[in-house]
């Protein structure tokens, strides 16, 4: 599973998959291995094939990344988040990759039941959050702290284990949300501090025999319309 596929063809033994699983079934020409390492190194991942334990070529493909990705990084980066690359692609795939987008660290040659045990290795770190939409993903966003679908392009199992839907595939709203969040919980935290500070300041003055009626009208509504107010503030994200 992830390295490779084996098959029949009108009596012919096919074969085709990663230069390691190639590398325990036929002979694969020093040439070959050469042009794999170099694709590697391009950030593509090789593909080899063969017949009847014959080598037949090699082929490379690559997931090509977001234009927008590298400052999505660089966006978490700023606000303190170690940001990891976790792929299945073999080693020198993933760094090239890694190095486009700016990441700090690159975790390669995963499977997808390896995921989980990475991402229970990266909790003993700190909070972790897990971006994904495939549907080997949905084992590993339940896992995280937080997990976070890519809703557009997301699998129905990676939006449902998911703790936040991102309802397009912008990587650049990963940061976004994470700012409006602690917006939100900072305006919460003020509002309650607010409403306490002074309603047991009015409970105080009413102690002494200072506060009157308009006191107790202010304690209630007033700080209520002060709260509202505030929490308006959450509204203004276009500059987030």
């Known amino acids: 599973v992830g390295s490779g596929v084996s098959a029949s063809l009108k009596g012919r033994k096919l074969l085709g998959g990663s230069l390691s699983f190639m590398s325990g079934r036929i002979e694969v020409p020093e040439t070959a291995r050469k042009q794999a390492e170099s694709f590697a190194e391009q950030g593509k991942t090789p593909l080899l094939f063969a ?10 493909v690559a997931d090509v990344i977001k234009e927008d990705s590298p400052q999505a990084v660089r966006e978490l980066q700023r606000m303190g988040i170690c940001v990891v690359m976790l792929t299945g692609d073999n ?14 660290e690159v975790i390669a040659g995963v499977l997808p039941d390896g995921k989980e045990a990475v991402i229970r290795a ?20 339940t896992r995280a702290d937080i997990g976070i679908a890519m809703g557009a392009m997301g699998s129905d199992a990676a939006i449902e284990a998911a703790d936040v839907v991102l309802m397009d595939d912008d990587p650049l709203k990963i940061s976004k949300a994470i700012r409006i969040s602690g917006k939100c919980l900072s305006i919460v935290y003020q509002n309650i501090i607010l409403a306490l500070v002074i309603k047991f300041g009015c409970l105080a003055l009413g102690a002494v025999g200072i506060a009157n009626m308009w006191f107790a009208i202010f304690a209630d509504v007033g700080v209520m319309i002060i709260a509202v107010l505030n929490a308006i ?6 500059n987030l």
Do not use: C, S, W
């Open 51 to 60: 017949e009847d334990e014959t080598f037949a070529g090699v082929i490379a």
């Open 91 to 104: 080693e020198k795939t993933a760094q090239a990759i890694g190095r486009q987008a700016g990441v700090d």
């Open 122 to 141: 990266l909790k003993e770190k700190g909070k972790t959050a897990m971006v994904g939409d495939g549907i080997n993903d949905a084992p590993v966003l």
């Open 233 to 238: 503030r959450t509204l203004r994200v276009h």
